[in-house]
Every structure is written in C-alpha cells, then in structure tokens.
T-cell receptor
Framework: DGGITQSPKYLFRKEGQNVTLSCEQNLNHDAMYWYRQDPGQGLRLIYYSQIVNDFQKGDIAEGYSVSREKKESFPLTVTSAQKNPTAFYLC????????????FGDGTRLSIL | ELKVEQNPLFLSMQEGKNYTIYCNYSTTSDRLYWYRQDPGKSLESLFV?????AVKQEGRLMASLDTKARLSTLHITAAVHDLSATYFC??????????FGTGTRLLVSP
C-alpha cells in the first residue's frame, strides 16, 4: 500500500542533542512538507520541498534543518538551537499540480528529557 | 501575512442536531481544504474546494467556499458520535503552501 511513513512514533531528546525524524513516502509525490503541532493548536509549516535537492523555509524554520537527497525521503533534524522542541511533528506529501490535497503521515511525538 | 480563523474553537453538540463551523481567511485565495484529525492521530483529507461557490458533500458533512467573502463553512447534518474529532481548514497561499486554521474540536454526545 502506498503511504507516508514517519519514524519513530515517539522520540525523547536530551538537552543539547540533535535528533532526526524520518519521513519516507512511496506515493511518488514531488512535494514534501514538515509541520509542527502544539497541543490545541493548528499546524505550522517548518520546511517544504518541491523537488529533490531543493527546499524552502516555512514559518518557523529556526532551530530545524532538512535535506532532500531522494524524492521519497525528507528527514527533519531538530537541533539544539530549538529551545522548545516538545511537539507533534507531521510530515506530508503532495502530488504535483495545484489541485491536490496534502497527505499526512502518522506523526512523531517529540519530548524533552 | 495570511491568517486563518475558525470558529467556534470547541463545539459540543447532541446527536441528531445540525451545526456549522466557520473558516475565515484574510487574503485572496481560491483553494481551501478541510481535514479531520482524531486525537493523537494524523490528518485525513475531507474536502478540496477549488473555486468560488464550490460545494462538496460526503455523508453528513457539507463544505462550501465563498472566495469573495473569504469564508468557508463546514455544515454538519444530524450529527453522530463518529463525527467527534478536530476539524481544520487550510488555505492554499498559491505556492503549494497551506496555512491552517486553529481547528474546531467537535464533541458529539448522545
């Protein structure tokens, strides 16, 4: 079955540590996105990528980094510069063409130890 | 900066009743999406609205878009418990970027 796989489901970060969240899709979608969701809030865009080897900052990119070396993969690194990383992180992808909804993975819940 | 506001933020309703969730946005866009999220889960796409006057229906849910008023509505008809979830609208900025509303948490009780 085609879909978006995020791992791990739960992740704990120690102070000063970088952690990487994985996002893989087998939908052959061109565009991929990372969002952060805080309790009781909507989603905020961290980074997005429309093609391989290219990505753009979203609204809250500070303290995060991404790469897009392969079409199917878009990992997100939460760096130690992100002082409040506790949140639910959602990865999404979208087929090329302006009339397509974004499809979401099941999310990774990140907490500070 | 595009702002998307939903109201109400929380809605408690009885089974069998009707209600409408509103989504207002601040700048011009003619593409809007509705998503559903169950607690602790991912988002599920419900509706894609692509032009002024668009109306989509699926079961007890109906969504509409008025681009002139910068308003979308999600109407719930004869609510059932299974509709309990958080509903988000998201406005397409035109660069394949979505701006999400704050969500409406719907609780349907017997």
């Amino acid at each position: 079955d085609g879909g978006i796989t995020q791992s791990p489901k739960y992740l704990f970060r120690k102070e000063g540590q970088n952690v990487t969240l994985s996002c893989e899709q087998n939908l052959n979608h061109d565009a991929m996105y990372w969002y952060r969701q805080d309790p009781g809030q909507g989603l905020r865009l961290i980074y997005y990528s429309q093609i391989v080897n290219d990505f753009q900052k979203g609204d809250i990119a500070e303290g995060y980094s991404v790469s897009r070396e392969k079409k199917e993969s878009f990992p997100l690194t939460v760096t130690s510069a992100q002082k409040n990383p506790t949140a639910f992180y959602l990865c999404a992808s979208r087929r090329a063409g302006v009339n397509q909804p974004q499809h979401f993975g099941d999310g990774t819940r990140l907490s500070i130890l | 900066e595009l702002k998307v506001e939903q109201n109400p933020l929380f809605l408690s309703m009885q089974e069998g009743k009707n209600y409408t969730i509103y989504c207002n946005y601040s700048t011009t866009s003619d593409r809007l999406y509705w998503y559903r999220q169950d607690p602790g889960k991912s988002l599920e796409s419900l509706f894609v609205l692509l032009s002024n006057g668009a109306v989509k229906q699926e079961g007890r849910l109906m969504a509409s878009l008025d681009t002139k008023a910068r308003l979308s509505t999600l109407h719930i008809t004869a609510a059932v418990h299974d509709l309990s979830a958080t509903y988000f609208c998201a406005v397409d900025t035109g660069f394949q970027k979505l701006v999400f509303g704050t969500g409406t948490r719907l609780l349907v009780s017997p």
